[in-house]
């Protein structure tokens, strides 16, 4: 049986809860879309300069079959296009087409290059396979920010009715 200090307690916590929740969900996919952005941005940008991207040698492993010194710039092109397409907000359809478009590319070293990317399969990751796999997350947020192009919104709780759309 709870005393009414234990209600004015929970309701205290249900009142500071509510607002952090609130909070979160008005500002999450902002914060979201922005440091994505910035993650795209700053490792498209590093490709820009030879040798500054740690990426850059398992790009060019992984791409032997077209000209790197082609490649790469391209490469470095759209994930900076995908970064800036974030971070301003604007034509977000036409970003995350390229996020996605871009993400299979990334997986290929774990298919062509198993010895640069695997210690033991499938469990054991190098430095350079936890860099793919982390793109996982990438295209997480990638899923969340597209589920929001057409105004949708993170609702902080249940439709107190139930109903779905």
């Not at 929970?10 to 879309?33: C, K, N, P, Q």
């Not at 391209?74 to 993400?103: D, H, N, P, S, Y």
């Not at 399969?121 to 350079?128: A, K, M, S």
Request: aromatic content about 10%; overall charge negative; glycine content about 10%.
């Amino acid at each position: 049986m709870s005393t009414p200090e234990d209600r004015v307690a929970r309701a205290h916590f249900d009142s500071i809860d509510r607002t952090i929740t609130y909070w979160m969900a008005e500002t999450g996919m902002t914060v979201l879309r922005i440091g994505l952005g910035i993650v795209f941005l700053w490792l498209g940008v590093l490709k820009f300069f030879p040798g500054l991207s740690p990426a850059e040698s398992l790009v060019r492993n992984t791409i032997y079959f077209v000209d790197p010194d082609l490649f790469v710039p391209v490469l470095a092109t759209w994930e900076a296009l995908i970064g800036v397409g974030l971070i301003c907000g604007k034509f977000l359809r036409i970003t995350l087409l390229l996020l996605f478009l871009q993400m299979p590319g990334t997986a290929l070293p774990l298919v062509v290059l198993p010895d640069i990317v695997w210690t033991t399969f499938p469990h054991g990751l190098t430095l350079e396979g936890q860099y793919i796999v982390k793109n996982l997350v990438l295209i997480g947020a990638g899923l969340v920010l597209g589920g929001t192009v057409r105004g949708g919104r993170i609702a902080p709780e249940p439709d107190p009715a139930g109903a779905s759309t």
